[in-house]
Structure formats: C-alpha cells, structure tokens
C-alpha cells in the first residue's frame, strides 16, 4: 500500500488509522511519502501512490483523472509561537497582526499565498510581504512546546481523501474505510461537544 500524505495529517490521520489495519493485516507491507510541494492527482493518476490524505485545495482540475474524493473536514489554520512570545501577551490579532513577527510555516502553495495575500488587503503590500514568507520552511510542525496565539478571524483548509476508483485492494479499501469511520466518529464528537482540532499550523517564530 503506497500512501500519500500532507506534512500534517501523518500523526492525526495515518497513524491511527495505519495502526487499525494492521490489526487486521499484519502482514501488510507499506510506504507512506509524506510532500507538500508534488502534485498529488498527478501521482494518483501515475500509480506513483494508492490514495492521498490532504489538503487538496491547491491542486489542478481531477476530471482527467477517475478519482473518488472525499472531504474529511474542515480546519481552521492554527498560528502557534512559543509560550514566551510577545503574541501571547495580548490578542485577540489580525493576520497583518502576526506577519509583523518572522513567520515558519510549511511549503506554501499557491493557492495559500493567494488566500494570505486577500486576507492582508489584497494590496501591492500584501503581495510583497507574502512573497517573502516563510522565514523558515518545515514541513514537520513537531517544533517543540508552542501555544496557540488568539486570532480574531479564521482562514480554513480542507482535509480530503482521494483514491482512484478502479483500485479495490483488500489493503487499500481497508485504510480508505478506516479514514470514514474515523472522520465519521469525529464528526459525531464534534455535534456532541464541539473541539478545537489542530490543523494547518504556521508559527511566528521570533
């Protein structure tokens, strides 16, 4: 089972829901390659992996490409610093807030760079500063003891599965119906008793 992954969804998604398959398939043999910066669809379409756990949003149009998608849930994006940071010594913050300080973050596609860019203004400012980020690039966001900073709006990304149609192995459709089940379960605890999750995480970084 070949597994494509964004940076972010190994520990909350893959992990739970690999460890249940292998419950029931101990022999099973896998290769997870964790990106952020290929074209997901494009390696679908290729054979390159089985199925893709992410964030969709930024990729090309799918309809050459027989694919079932499936959209797990919505997150917020998260902005973390350190428990000493300045950003903790006040808020609710703006955006332009945050982008005063040095920024880390993942790779940022394009369609991300859009998004900030409309939420600082839209203005020749705002293309510039969004040209210069990140700081720091990392795609593994285990970056030590953080805390969320307070912000005054939300931007939100999308948690999408996809998997060709025509690809039914037993290993295969194990994972694919281990990532239902869980987003459903998720889902339900949601309606009860609504949560922060964790999802796109970008840190201030001084």
């Known amino acids: 089972l070949k597994i494509g992954c964004g940076p972010l ?4 998604l893959i992990q739970p829901v690999l460890a249940e398959v292998l419950q029931s398939i101990p022999n099973l043999r896998c290769e997870i390659v964790v990106m952020a910066a290929k074209e997901p669809m494009k390696m679908l379409a290729g054979g390159e992996i089985d199925v893709f756990v992410g964030d969709l949003t930024h990729t090309s149009a799918t309809d ?6 499936q959209v797990l849930k919505k997150q917020p994006v998260i902005f973390v610093a350190r428990n000493d940071h ?8 703006s955006i332009s807030d945050v982008f005063e300080f040095p920024f880390a973050s993942p790779f940022l596609h394009r369609h991300w760079r859009m998004s900030l860019t409309q939420a600082l203004g839209g203005t020749e400012e705002a293309v510039r500063k969004v040209d210069a980020l990140p700081q720091v690039q990392c795609d593994d966001y285990a970056m030590g003891q953080l805390k969320k ?3 005054n709006a939300d931007l939100m990304w999308n948690i ?3 998997r060709q ?3 039914c192995t037993p290993a295969l459709m194990a994972f694919w119906k281990g990532l239902l089940r869980m987003n459903a ?4 605890i949601s309606k009860q008793a609504p949560v922060l999750v964790s999802g796109h995480v970008s840190h201030p970084v001084t």
Request: proline letters at 3%.
């Open 9 to 12: 969804t190994t520990r909350t």
């Open 64 to 69: 050459q490409v027989d694919v079932e998608i």
């Open 86 to 93: 300045a950003l903790h010594k006040g808020g609710p913050y």
């Open 149 to 151: 900073v307070r912000m």
């Open 160 to 162: 999408c599965a996809a």
């Open 165 to 167: 149609v025509n690809q």
């Open 185 to 188: 379960a998720k889902e339900e």
